[in-house]
T-cell receptor, first 112, second 114 residues
Framework: DAGITQSPRHKVTETGTPVTLRCHQT?????MYWYRQDPGHGLRLIHYSYGVKDTDKGEVSDGYSVSRSKTEDFLLTLESATSSQTSVYFCASTPQMRGGYTFGSGTRLTVV | DAKTTQPPSMDCAEGRAANLPCNHSTISGNEYVYWYRQIHSQGPQYIIH???NNETNEMASLIITEDRKSSTLILPHATLRDTAVYYC???????????????FGKGMKLTVNP
């Protein structure tokens, strides 16, 4: 969907290095989310935001932090990447609690 | 949020209607039923949602039983491009000041065959 973009699309990084993934939406959506997807686990929520500077943890938040300083940007940071964080990361947004989510195209992260 | 049960997979012939079932026997009165799908390697795509009335949009129809314990997503004329993993999700709207998030299960793989 053109309204939400993730960068980078692919990244290979070394264990122990910091990594930041960016999610940018142009829809002025209030709510934003970061999920990771792994074989056998489906989509799991990492962190989410319900407004600028308002964030909360999801079910698999250990090792991740987020920041939302502007409505349109939601950053996911791996402070010290580990091989277990190799995954596909999806960002999503929605304007209201009742609405459907719009997902980005994903970031494939490989930690070697 | 209530748990949902979907068969792991099903097949459908191209051009025929695809009826995707979902059981949510523990659904509460304030919980909505949402459907998403994920085509290989892409981000999930919102399809439709409903509370208790049947819903229809340009993509699909959602039929919710009167007791709300199950629902069916109907793709009226399945095409090869409808091959995807379909997720049925049940969730309530958060209370004032509460969080709002979707919890995905493993979904159901629909394969549309030529």
């Amino acid at each position: 969907d053109a309204g939400i973009t993730q960068s980078p699309r692919h990244k290979v990084t070394e264990t122990g290095t910091p990594v930041t993934l960016r999610c940018h939406q142009t829809e002025n959506h209030r709510y934003m989310y970061w999920y990771r997807q792994d074989p056998g686990h489906g989509l799991r929520l990492i962190h989410y935001s319900y407004g600028v500077k308002d964030t909360d943890k999801g079910e698999v938040s250990d090792g991740y932090s987020v920041s939302r300083s502007k409505t349109e940007d939601f950053l996911l940071t791996l402070e010290s990447a580990t091989s277990s964080q190799t995954s596909v990361y999806f960002c999503a947004s929605t304007p209201q609690m009742r609405g459907g989510y719009t997902f980005g195209s994903g970031t494939r992260l490989t930690v070697v | 949020d209530a748990k949902t049960t979907q068969p792991p997979s099903m097949d459908c012939a191209e051009g025929r209607a695809a009826n995707l079932p979902c059981n949510h026997s523990t659904i509460s009165g304030n919980e909505y039923v949402y459907w998403y799908r994920q085509i290989h390697s892409q981000g999930p795509q919102y399809i439709i949602h409903g509370l208790k009335n049947n819903e229809t949009n340009e993509m699909a129809s959602l039929i919710i039983t009167e007791d709300r314990k199950s629902s069916t997503l109907i793709l009226p004329h399945a095409t090869l491009r409808d091959t995807a993993v379909y997720y049925c999700i049940v969730r309530a709207l958060p209370t004032q000041g509460g969080s709002e998030k979707l919890v995905f299960g493993k979904g159901m793989k629909l394969t549309v065959n030529p």
